[in-house]
T-cell receptor
Framework: GIQVEQSPPDLILQEGANSTLRCNFSDSVNNLQWFHQNPWGQLINLFYIPSGTKQNGRLSATTVATERYSLLYISSSQTTDSGVYFCAVEGGTASKLTFGTGTRLQVTL | ETGVTQTPRHLVMGMTNKKSLKCEQHLGHNAMYWYKQSAKKPLELMFVYSLEERVENNSVPSRFSPECPNSSHLFLHLHTLQPEDSALYLC???????????FGSGTRLTVV
């Protein structure tokens, strides 16, 4: 099946800093989504972005499908951004979303 | 609240018990899912229902038994679980399969 790798696995930022999270995938995709899981376990869908660039407030995402990667940008980070960010893809021969192992982000004061 | 409600939030059960997890959505979504989240592992898809029909069964042991009586409700029946089944069990729904997920808050299951 399709492989999804996220980097870095862990990231600690000071409030106000910017960061870039990366998602690499091993096959062509027709569906790519970014999720945020807060420290209490709630998962929220951030972006549906199989290609191109989208922005939502301080967050933006870019997927370069031909090169099989996606980036999630967080600007002016806040403590509420802490949690785990997951990339999930649907592609190759599979008809299900495959999740990466996530990037755990901690934003400190 | 996201619109997907899971109960209970926490569950401790013995290996010989039988229990059920419940998931409810009133978003008008057509697809519902069960995921398992264990420490240090990616989310694992367990079951997918589309319009109340099971469309994916991801090689899940038979001690987990799903039930989808209507498009708003999804259950996961548990029996004779093992300690390694301890995990966060997440329910999600979406308008169409694999698009526009809304997750519930999960049930933290501990098997003793």
């Amino acid at each position: 099946g399709i492989q999804v790798e996220q980097s870095p696995p862990d990231l600690i930022l000071q409030e106000g800093a910017n960061s870039t999270l990366r998602c690499n995938f091993s096959d062509s995709v027709n569906n790519l989504q970014w999720f945020h899981q807060n420290p209490w376990g709630q998962l929220i869908n951030l972006f549906y972005i199989p290609s191109g660039t989208k922005q939502n407030g301080r967050l933006s995402a870019t997927t370069v499908a031909t090169e099989r990667y996606s980036l999630l940008y967080i600007s002016s980070s806040q403590t509420t951004d802490s949690g785990v960010y997951f990339c999930a893809v649907e592609g190759g021969t599979a008809s299900k979303l495959t999740f990466g192992t996530g990037t755990r982000l901690q934003v400190t004061l | 609240e996201t619109g997907v409600t899971q109960t209970p939030r926490h569950l401790v059960m013995g290996m010989t018990n039988k229990k059920s997890l419940k998931c409810e959505q009133h978003l008008g979504h057509n697809a519902m899912y069960w995921y398992k989240q264990s420490a240090k592992k990616p989310l694992e898809l367990m079951f997918v229902y589309s319009l109340e029909e099971r469309v994916e069964n991801n090689s899940v042991p038979s001690r987990f038994s799903p039930e989808c009586p209507n498009s708003s409700h999804l259950f996961l029946h548990l029996h004779t679980l093992q300690p390694e089944d301890s995990a966060l069990y997440l329910c999600a729904s979406s308008q169409w399969v694999n698009y526009g997920y809304t997750f519930g808050s999960g049930t933290r299951l501990t098997v003793v």
